[in-house]
């Protein structure tokens, strides 16, 4: 089985942080991608960002970009996501998930990923 765990999220005065960590236990194979996505009520699951395992590259989307940063410990299989400056509009459950095929970060589409977390709460009020 291939288990992702979120965790780190919580409440947050806009203008604060939070890390969100993915643990990503038992992976085995030399090339992947993680990504992190973002859902609201009623709304369509949004890509967020991405790392590689593969050649390194990230992606961030432009809501995010200057204030998110992605990062992973490979000894820990943990990827991690720096939530700086949070804003209200970032309030969402955050998910993490794995594609196996893709090897180059770009836009993450939900479509693409086959293993999910079961999603970490980020709120963002005064």
């Given at each position: 089985?291939?288990?992702?765990?979120?965790?780190?999220?919580?409440?947050?005065?806009?203008?604060?942080?939070?890390?969100?960590?993915?643990?990503?236990?038992?992976?085995?194979?030399?090339?992947?991608?993680?990504?992190?996505?973002?859902?609201?009520?009623?709304?369509?699951r949004e890509g967020v960002s991405c790392i590689s395992y593969?050649?390194?590259?990230?992606?961030?989307?432009?809501?995010?970009?200057?204030?998110?940063?992605?990062?992973?410990?490979?000894?820990?299989?943990?990827?991690?996501?720096?939530?700086?400056?949070?804003?209200?509009?970032?309030?969402?459950?955050?998910?993490?998930?794995?594609?196996?095929?893709?090897?180059?970060?770009?836009?993450?589409?939900?479509?693409?990923?086959?293993?999910?977390?079961?999603?970490?709460?980020?709120?963002?009020?005064?």
């Amino acid at each position: 089985q291939l288990q992702l765990v979120e965790s780190g999220g919580g409440l947050v005065q806009p203008g604060g942080s939070l890390r969100l960590s993915c643990a990503v236990p038992g992976l085995i194979l030399d090339y992947y991608v993680i990504s992190w996505f973002r859902q609201a009520p009623g709304k369509e699951r949004e890509g967020v960002s991405c790392i590689s395992y593969s050649d390194d590259s990230t992606y961030y989307t432009d809501s995010v970009k200057g204030r998110f940063t992605i990062s992973r410990d490979n000894a820990k299989n943990t990827v991690y996501l720096q939530m700086n400056s949070l804003r209200p509009e970032d309030t969402d459950v955050y998910y993490c998930a794995v594609n196996f095929v893709r090897r180059q970060c770009g836009l993450p589409l939900p479509s693409e990923y086959e293993y999910w977390g079961q999603g970490t709460q980020v709120t963002v009020s005064s």
